[in-house]
């Protein structure tokens, strides 16, 4: 009861002494100077007087964020004689007037005072409630049918002691109850169906598919499967092929294509929930939280661009490669793991993570691995790699404009600086894909948070990213490593094994984004982060319901915090679908009279383009509810 009673105190008095600490807000007021006053004697008594921001509304009347709202500070600016008015300024109290619009505190910090004061109140709210909760906790202690019916709560709530495998499809003699798994799903389902219908509705780029579609329209098939060039995707061409020349007309094409992101999206959140398959309210939570660090990872986030279908085919067909290694081995399961293979890596050289994936799983001793299908899977690896580097002799050292700390450097820029040896800058760019995924921080190379924070001006929803981050990263890690320590190297469990992969996927990831660092780069590796999340977290879930009380309370404020931290960023998955969608529609309209200019010698493109004109223009593209500033603050996506 001490606790609680601390717990509450201190909640009570964080909220004032932030605000001390951080010190007023300031307030915009009008101040109207003589017209004697030169510039220099303005700016001077601007710095003096703390009269931030400036704006000249009419004549000599200015608009000022007033920094420093003491009694002082204000009585001085009443009596400066180069002062001839205030607007906003209670003058007989030297105060300010109370309809004043206040500003940000700005008075100690410069741009951290509203950030100071918003976490500690969120500190005193979090106290404040775990007080209140170690309160009732040792109340109900006293009492014998409280103390047994939280007993049978804990018993409910724990998992499955046995580390067993986890099937997308029940044994024949399994009479386990579906009902958590249906919840889940049903939960899920408002997200998936808002996020398909965006991404059906959203019109296609013109900066990227006409492009492509002009590239399917000309070349022939075998064009595509040449290695002498950079970007290399097969499969992903000729299925654009096979759309567009037997779709029947433009719009069953980009139907087709559109389908060719949102099916993925489907089926990989309903393989996740399938695969995980919750059996307990317990079970159901730690899914739901997967299902969220799914869809909000930047991975997942970067990949839903129409039309650009190459790492989100790959990302369900991992998963279900997962699942059919640790199923009992069939002679099919071999066969069937190599061509989901070469379609991943025909898409895009990402699929190429399914190689490691497989030889760990055979040196883990998953049930459906052996060690002819890991050769195989190698033998793949490497014969794709020998094919890919015999035409890659022309290749420029950087194909993408690559990001080298807190800039941006175009890719003849970085090929002038780093040409010569760009093997350092290789390694910095697949160690931040690598970093991305596990700490939201740099993207595409740059380290835009981190100077958002040394310059003092954070958003609220790029701490929200970092801190949630590597929040679930470090749980991952707890978890993860705990699993390997409690196995020996011939007798792996399926979670030490699932821990060992993914760290293994998150290297390929790193090593097959040298070239450049892009967020989607990383979408292989996210399927498994989020796999992972939901075994860490029904693990710490499960090892607080037999913990103390007051470790209880406040480990569980810290998940729960977490939770909704990545809920938060899956929202905002929502908010970019859309975002990029009206994007789209405003490069229609602003860039397609440039480029009928600067196309004009590529007639087929050209007549795709104005063939796409009505889709890419369409009023329907825009129309969404536009939130409020301070909610995109908070959540991000745009």
Same mark, same amino acid.
């Given at each position: 009861?001490?606790?609680?009673?601390?717990?509450?105190?201190?909640?009570?008095?964080?909220?004032?002494?932030?605000? @001390?600490?951080?010190?007023?807000?300031?307030?915009?007021?009008?101040?109207?100077?003589?017209?004697?006053?030169?510039?220099?004697?303005?700016?001077?008594?601007?710095?003096?007087?703390?009269?931030?921001?400036?704006?000249?509304?009419?004549?000599?009347?200015?608009?000022?964020?007033? *920094?420093?709202?003491?009694?002082?500070?204000?009585?001085?600016?009443?009596?400066?004689? @180069?002062?001839?008015?205030?607007?906003?300024?209670?003058?007989?109290?030297?105060?300010?007037?109370?309809?004043?619009?206040?500003?940000?505190?700005?008075?100690?910090?410069?741009?951290?005072?509203?950030?100071?004061?918003?976490?500690?109140?969120?500190?005193?709210?979090?106290?404040?409630? *775990?007080?209140?909760?170690?309160?009732?906790?040792?109340?109900?202690?006293?009492?014998?049918?409280?103390?047994?019916?939280?007993?049978?709560?804990?018993?409910? $709530?724990?998992?499955?002691?046995?580390?067993?495998?986890?099937?997308?499809? @029940?044994?024949?003699?399994?009479?386990?109850?579906?009902?958590?798994?249906?919840?889940?799903?049903?939960?899920?389902?408002?997200?998936?169906?808002?996020?398909?219908?965006?991404?059906?509705?959203?019109?296609?780029?013109?900066?990227?598919?006409?492009?492509?579609?002009?590239?399917?329209?000309?070349?022939?098939?075998?064009?595509?499967?040449?290695?002498?060039?950079?970007?290399?995707?097969?499969?992903?061409?000729?299925?654009?092929?096979?759309?567009?020349?037997?779709?029947?007309?433009?719009?069953?094409?980009?139907?087709? *294509? !559109?389908?060719?992101?949102?099916?993925?999206?489907?089926?990989?959140?309903? /393989?996740?929930?399938?695969?995980?398959?919750?059996?307990?309210?317990?079970?159901?939570?730690?899914?739901?939280?997967?299902?969220?660090?799914?869809?909000?990872?930047?991975?997942?986030?970067?990949? /839903?661009?129409?039309?650009?279908?190459?790492?989100?085919?790959?990302?369900?067909?991992?998963?279900?490669?997962?699942?059919?290694?640790?199923?009992?081995?069939? *002679?099919?399961?071999?066969?069937?793991?190599?061509? $989901?293979?070469?379609?991943?890596?025909?898409?895009?050289?990402?699929? /190429?993570?399914?190689?490691?994936?497989?030889?760990?799983?055979?040196?883990?001793?998953?049930?459906?691995?052996?060690?002819?299908?890991?050769?195989?899977?190698?033998?793949?690896?490497?014969?794709?790699?020998?094919?890919? $580097? @015999?035409?890659?002799?022309?290749?420029?050292?950087?194909?993408?404009?690559?990001?080298?700390?807190?800039?941006?450097?175009?890719?003849?820029?970085?090929?002038?600086?780093?040409?010569?040896?760009?093997?350092?800058?290789?390694?910095?760019?697949?160690?931040?894909?690598?970093?991305?995924?596990?700490?939201?921080?740099?993207?595409?190379?740059?380290?835009?948070?981190?100077?958002?924070?040394?310059?003092?001006?954070?958003?609220?929803?790029?701490?929200?990213?970092?801190?949630?981050?590597?929040?679930?990263?470090?749980?991952?890690?707890?978890?993860?490593?705990?699993?390997?320590?409690?196995?020996?190297?011939?007798?792996?469990?399926?979670?030490?094994? /699932?821990?060992?992969?993914?760290?293994?996927?998150?290297?390929?990831?790193?090593?097959?984004?040298?070239?450049?660092?892009?967020?989607?780069?990383?979408?292989?590796?996210?399927?498994?982060?989020?796999?992972?999340?939901?075994?860490?977290?029904?693990?710490? #879930?499960?090892?607080?319901?037999?913990?103390?009380?007051?470790?209880? #309370?406040?480990?569980?404020?810290?998940?729960?915090?977490?939770?909704?931290?990545?809920?938060?960023?899956?929202?905002?998955?929502?908010?970019?679908?859309?975002?990029?969608?009206?994007?789209?529609?405003?490069?229609?309209?602003?860039?397609?009279?440039?480029?009928?200019?600067?196309?004009?010698?590529?007639?087929?493109?050209?007549?795709?383009?104005?063939?796409?004109?009505?889709?890419?223009?369409?009023? !329907?593209?825009?129309?969404?509810?536009?939130?409020?500033?301070?909610?995109?603050?908070?959540?991000?996506?745009?």
């Amino acid at each position: 009861m001490w606790t609680a009673l601390a717990s509450v105190m201190l909640a009570a008095a964080l909220p004032p002494a932030g605000r @001390a600490l951080a010190g007023p807000q300031g307030a915009t007021i009008h101040v109207r100077w003589r017209p004697s006053v030169t510039e220099s004697e303005r700016r001077s008594i601007e710095a003096r007087l703390r009269l931030a921001e400036g704006e000249r509304l009419d004549g000599s009347t200015w608009r000022y964020d007033l *920094i420093d709202v003491s009694s002082d500070n204000i009585l001085a600016l009443i009596i400066e004689p @180069a002062v001839a008015d205030t607007h906003n300024i209670d003058r007989p109290n030297n105060a300010l007037d109370p309809r004043a619009n206040r500003t940000a505190r700005r008075q100690r910090f410069q741009a951290l005072g509203d950030l100071m004061v918003a976490i500690v109140d969120g500190l005193a709210i979090a106290l404040a409630a *775990i007080g209140a909760l170690l309160a009732l906790i040792g109340v109900t202690q006293r009492m014998p049918r409280a103390q047994a019916l939280w007993s049978r709560a804990r018993k409910a $709530l724990q998992p499955p002691t046995e580390d067993a495998l986890i099937r997308v499809a @029940a044994d024949p003699g399994d009479d386990r109850p579906y009902f958590w798994t249906a919840a889940v799903l049903m939960i899920s389902a408002p997200f998936v169906v808002i996020l398909c219908v965006t991404l059906w509705q959203s019109p296609v780029s013109i900066t990227e598919v006409v492009a492509l579609l002009e590239d399917v329209a000309e070349r022939p098939l075998g064009r595509f499967f040449s290695p002498n060039t950079a970007f290399y995707r097969p499969l992903f061409h000729i299925t654009l092929s096979a759309f567009w020349h037997n779709a029947g007309s433009l719009d069953a094409t980009l139907a087709w *294509i !559109k389908l060719l992101t949102i099916v993925p999206v489907v089926l990989l959140v309903v /393989l996740l929930t399938c695969y995980l398959r919750p059996r307990t309210a317990l079970d159901a939570a730690a899914a739901t939280v997967a299902v969220a660090v799914l869809v909000g990872s930047a991975g997942f986030r970067d990949n /839903l661009e129409i039309g650009l279908v190459y790492t989100i085919v790959g990302m369900p067909i991992a998963l279900i490669v997962w699942i059919v290694l640790n199923l009992e081995r069939r *002679i099919w399961q071999t066969p069937l793991i190599v061509v $989901l293979t070469l379609v991943a890596i025909g898409f895009k050289e990402q699929g /190429l993570t399914l190689v490691p994936l497989v030889i760990v799983a055979w040196w883990t001793r998953a049930p459906g691995a052996s060690r002819g299908m890991a050769a195989t899977l190698g033998a793949v690896g490497l014969a794709y790699v020998a094919f890919r $580097l @015999a035409g890659g002799a022309s290749w420029e050292p950087f194909q993408q404009d690559v990001g080298l700390g807190f800039t941006e450097i175009n890719k003849q820029a970085a090929a002038a600086r780093f040409g010569a040896f760009p093997y350092w800058m290789y390694a910095y760019n697949g160690a931040s894909t690598l970093a991305n995924i596990l700490f939201s921080e740099p993207t595409r190379g740059t380290f835009r948070i981190v100077q958002a924070m040394i310059g003092g001006e954070p958003e609220p929803w790029q701490i929200l990213y970092v801190g949630s981050s590597v929040g679930m990263t470090s749980l991952i890690a707890w978890w993860g490593i705990r699993s390997v320590r409690r196995t020996t190297a011939s007798q792996r469990s399926m979670q030490a094994r /699932l821990f060992i992969a993914l760290v293994l996927v998150l290297l390929a990831s790193g090593a097959l984004s040298f070239n450049y660092s892009r967020d989607r780069l990383g979408g292989m590796a996210v399927v498994f982060y989020a796999v992972a999340a939901y075994f860490a977290v029904r693990e710490a #879930v499960a090892r607080l319901l037999v913990a103390s009380p007051a470790r209880l #309370v406040v480990a569980g404020v810290g998940l729960a915090l977490l939770a909704v931290a990545w809920q938060t960023r899956a929202i905002a998955t929502l908010e970019y679908a859309r975002t990029q969608a009206e994007r789209n529609q405003q490069e229609w309209l602003v860039l397609l009279p440039v480029r009928r200019i600067d196309f004009a010698h590529r007639p087929v493109y050209v007549n795709i383009m104005e063939s796409m004109v009505e889709q890419g223009t369409a009023p !329907k593209a825009s129309r969404r509810r536009r939130l409020p500033d301070r909610v995109y603050r908070t959540i991000g996506g745009r």
